[in-house]
């Protein structure tokens, strides 16, 4: 899932890493991804075409702005992903379906996970989604969140933020 403080992400996998599956490539979900890539050397990066040009660019992703910005240096480890693809990535068999729950953000994707579902900054329980940002889509975004209401209906979601966060304005 999304790369912040990798320090916090690495007790938890056990020194094993499969991909980097994306909900979107805003900033706050990025930062640690070249630090993965140094322990983890090309592990795959899951986004569509929008997060991949987010990933290049400090001024899409929003990086720039916050002063510390930030390129993905290895380009060449995305792997894009359309609209309702399926990943075989856990040797159980385990089911990774990418959906494009686009409006926060062109590159928003929600990824079902088995029965979880992770829904980055497209849908936080109890917050107002954010779309007054550049590139942001207002009705994309009304649209999106009313598909992943009918998708959690038999799924747990996980957010991008928790709802505390946002109140405090960290969350884009
Ligand atoms: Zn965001």
Redesign the pocket.
């Known amino acids: 899932m999304d790369c912040g403080d990798v320090d916090k992400i690495l007790p938890l996998i056990d020194g094993k890493l499969s991909g980097v599956l994306l909900t979107?490539a805003?900033f706050?979900?990025i930062y640690g991804l070249n630090v993965l890539a140094s322990l983890f050397p090309a592990v795959p990066v899951y986004t569509n075409r929008a997060g991949l040009d987010e990933l290049c660019s400090d001024k899409l992703n929003f990086s720039k702005y916050h002063g510390d910005p930030f390129v993905l240096e290895d380009a060449g480890s995305v792997r894009l992903v359309d609209n309702g693809d399926k990943l075989d990535l856990f040797d159980d068999g385990i089911e990774v379906q990418a959906i494009f729950t686009l409006g926060?953000?062109p590159s928003c994707v929600t990824w079902a996970v088995d029965d979880l579902l992770f829904t980055?900054?497209s849908y936080i329980p109890g917050v107002k989604t954010?779309t007054n940002?550049p590139h942001a889509d207002k009705q994309q975004a009304a649209e999106s969140e009313a598909l992943i209401h009918q998708l959690a209906t038999c799924r747990t979601v996980y957010a991008?933020h928790a709802p505390e966060l946002n109140e405090n304005n960290q969350?884009?």
């Open positions: 979107h805003h706050d979900h926060h953000s980055g900054d954010v940002l991008g969350m884009i």
